[in-house]
């Protein structure tokens, strides 16, 4: 991936360093030795810097460093409440901020990032949980010993609460303010270990389901601020009518007619569309909206691409023997033990590419520096380090003279990993030498899709005589989606596909021999990370197809799935409490139910969908959806619900209505008509369940999402017999399927 | 360009303006009040719902000349201390997620409360239905209508 810009004179490859910066062999060290310099500075007007995460103010004022984006996951509560939990902070007086971006103190260590500072795979509460409460036991530690030297007793005699410390013997009580105002942080900041932190049940704040999000009191009254609502003094507007596909460049565009328009400055043609510059934003987009472009695609690899008339090719590559296939997961010998079933099933599934359209269109504002060699960034954006580092290529410059400033996210669900809107304003205020607010119209906004790929599955499954599954072979065929989200991952991996092969697995189903496997199709689109990632078609596939091998075995869906988890206790836990909360074995006249199981990056959940069916429109409608959810620790319960409620909408939405279409390589769709999203009315209720365990937390993000297609379909098929095989379920689909 | 004095949140403001100006640049880019969002520019998803005479509007499709003389009023103005019932049904229920439609949502609830202040479920589901959510707070959207009703 390459930013070219005036015919490549300014020119960057996106680092490896944006990716993995700082990675190698760090540990803890990197939040306890965090502050950089030597003994902080001490004064009762500026408030003391405890570590990279915590400062604490005479007045008693908390500050935590938030290190992930907020795009309505919650992490703006859950990661300084972890902190602050350790920390025995009074969290009225909390407040968060969001980090820089600097993954050398703030990147999160999960495996799936490896240090990396990005906000996604729902891993923030997993990655953060032992640093931050390592910090914040560390900071209560110097407090503790503060207070110690300074009334001459033992730190063991000291117990704190609230923000504040006590020593029980003389009865003596101090705020974490007022020491903080004489408290020296030592330069050799003090060890702290696992030993040092609270046990669950000593958590005052974890797991309280009073304490709400700190972000929604401004985001009722207006006030919660969004890269849309900044401004700042003499900045210019822009917009961009982008290339239609990756690649595309403007040959011919009509300059004369755009510039006739009040209020538009300059129209300037770049290697990734045609930017329109003005006095305000209503001028900008109606430039935009005036541009007749006509494109090079000369270099663009998604010309000429036809998503439907592609469908020939993806299935012939999903059916040959001879092509080349990546290995995801492998036990035993599927095709030796498909090959001696005593009954095969095989089935065809497909889904379309989908779009992420949060409300917010993609927007950044720029302000790069009259050297050229520095910039201030204004945006909402999962991964500030990805912009950082790819704008310093541009600037050519360093990443750190790139300065970050996160805002609260109008919606991320993968779109904002990739910094585009960041990158295309930088480099129009390096043009025009101005600060440049950079709002995309919808119709932009769309036609820059960075959607979650169109994929086709083949799966097949072998019984032996007693009905046991004894072969799973599940084979992918799509773009590969690290290839052009994560080009680093995908170099250094050989060419997998960590995003689009997730849920390729069954880590959790005693099957003796799966083979899941994916071979890559290369058609240039810009597919991206899409909440719930490859989880989201690939257990479509999965858990649908489990349905049709139960139904050939003559087995009870929940029956094979509680069988084939009997050996591990979570994933059989949420099954049983799913089945339980919808009574599942009940039969409902005229109505339809279906189940499914999913694992997500250490979470559990299953999920169970009450359907009925319009059969002369093919609209199906969803009575209740009840869903059981195993994240380890549970940081906030109520979020956790609301997660789950959110994943269940987002989840019915992509299954039952969301698709566009590609021709000629670009996205055929334009708005919320074109592309219609889910509304309240067609809104199930929708029952959750919280399975409690005391394993480390893991993420909730998405989820919700994966089960929700696959029991959606068993619906279907429970209650007509057909199966839907391909997302989304619209209601022409689904005429199809049953004439 | 030309000044146009419109009346936004109880006060009076000249705007220098072209007449076919949207009234959400107007009061977003001009005024400065981000709260009222821009999603679609088509009327079409309910992120820049405003208030005009007390009546929920698109203000994305409503020029700066057509409200000479209305009363405009954005969630900014909707309670000077930001307690109207549903500003605080919405807190109680936990609803916004990302946050960013829920002015609109507000707004266009606060137009159904101030002349049915008991609606059924129906009712409020018909009224909300062109505000689109993408986080999916609809249910909790739903569960702090119905509490502002009951403790207004």
Known sequence: MTIHVKDGSIDTSISRRGFVAGSAGMTFAFTLGGLGRGAEALGATQPTKFNAFVSIGADNTITIICPAAEMGQGVYTSLPLILAEELDADWSKVKAEFAPANPKLYGNYHPAFNGAQITAASVAVAGYFMPLRMAGAQARKVLLDAVADKW?????????????????????RISYGEVAAFATVPAEPPKVSEADLKQPSQFKLIGRKDIGRSDVPAKVNGSAQYGIDVQVPGMVYASVMQSPMEGAKPKDVNVPDVMKIKGVSKVIPLPFGVAVLGDTV??????????????????????????????????????????ETKVEYQVGDAKAGIGGAAKTVEAAYWSEYTYHAQIEPMNAVAQVSEDGKSADIWTGTQFGALAAGIISG??????????????????????????????????LSNITKKPVKLILTREEDLAAARPRPMTHHVLKAGLDAKGNI??????????????????????????????????????F????????????????????????????????????????????????????????????????????????????????????????????????????????????????????????????????????????????????????????????????????????????????????????TNYPPSGMGEIGLVTVAPAVANAVFQLTGKRLRHLPMTAERVKQALA | MAAIT??????????????????????????????????????????????????????????????????????????????????????????????????????????????????TREQIVSHMDGNICRCGTYPRIVRAIQRAAREA
Not at chain 1, 286 to 315: I, M, Q
Not at chain 1, 405 to 423: C, E, M, T, V, Y
Not at chain 1, 475 to 503: C, H, M, W
Not at chain 1, 644 to 667: M, N, R, T, W
């Open chain 1, 152 to 172: 001459k007793v033992l730190v063991a005699e000291l117990t704190t609460d609230k923000s504040t410390i006590i020593h029980q013997k003389s009865g003596k």
């Open chain 1, 282 to 323: 209503e001028a900008t987009h109606a430039g935009v909206k005036a541009l007749k472009v006509t494109w090079d695609t000369s270099g663009a690899t998604a010309a000429g691409f036809d998503s439907e008339k592609a469908k020939d090719d993806y299935a012939a590559k999903c059916k040959d023997a001879n092509a």
């Open chain 1, 394 to 427: 541009i600037l050519k410059t360093t990443p750190d003279q790139i300065r970050i400033h996160n805002q609260f996210l109008g919606g991320g669900f993968g779109r904002r990993i990739w910094p585009d809107a960041a990158i295309q304003a930088a480099i």
């Open chain 1, 470 to 507: 004894v072969g799973w072979h599940h084979r992918l065929v799509s773009e590969n989606v690290d290839a052009v989200a994560a080009p680093p991952r995908f170099q250094a991996t050989g060419g997998k596909d960590y995003i689009g092969a997730r849920g390729l697995d069954q880590a």
């Open chain 1, 509 to 692: 189903y005693a099957m003796p021999n799966v083979l899941a496997e994916y071979v890559r199709e290369n058609r240039g689109m810009r597919v991206h990370a899409w909440r719930g990632i490859g989880s989201g078609y690939n257990k479509f596939a999965a858990e649908a197809f489990l349905d049709e091998v139960a139904a050939t075995a003559g087995k009870d869906p929940l029956a094979l799935r509680l069988e084939l988890t009997k050996d591990k206790p979570r994933a059989n836990a949420v099954i049983k409490a799913v089945a339980e909360m919808s009574d599942f074995a009940k039969k409902r006249p005229g109505h339809g139910m279906g189940i499914a199981f999913s694992d997500y990056h250490g979470t559990l959940s299953a999920g169970v969908a009450e359907i009925s069916l319009d059969a002369k429109t093919g609209k199906i409608k969803v009575h209740n959806y009840w869903i059981a959810v195993d994240p380890g620790v549970v940081i906030q319960p109520d979020n956790v619900h609301a997660q789950l409620e959110s994943c269940v909408v987002f989840g019915l939405s992509a299954a039952l209505i969301e698709e566009f279409a590609v021709k000629d390589g670009a996205v055929q769709a334009t708005n919320f008509d074109s592309y219609p999203v889910m509304r309240m009315s067609d809104v199930p209720e929708i029952h959750t369940r919280i399975v409690a």
């Open chain 2, 6 to 119: 419109i009346t936004i949140n109880g006060k009076a403001a000249t705007v220098e303006a072209e007449p076919d100006t949207p009234l959400l640049w107007v009061v977003r880019e001009h005024m400065k009040l981000t709260g009222t969002k821009f999603g679609c520019g088509s009327g079409l998803c309910g992120a820049c719902t405003v208030h005009i005479d007390g009546k929920a509007m698109r203000s994305c499709q409503i020029s700066l000349s057509q409200i000479q003389g209305k009363k405009v009023t954005t969630i900014e103005g909707l309670s000077p201390t930001g307690t109207h019932a549903l500003q605080k049904a919405f807190v109680a229920e936990q609803v916004p997620q990302c946050g960013y439609c829920q002015s609109g949502q507000i707004m266009q609830a606060a137009a159904l409360l101030a002349t049915n202040k008991k609606p």
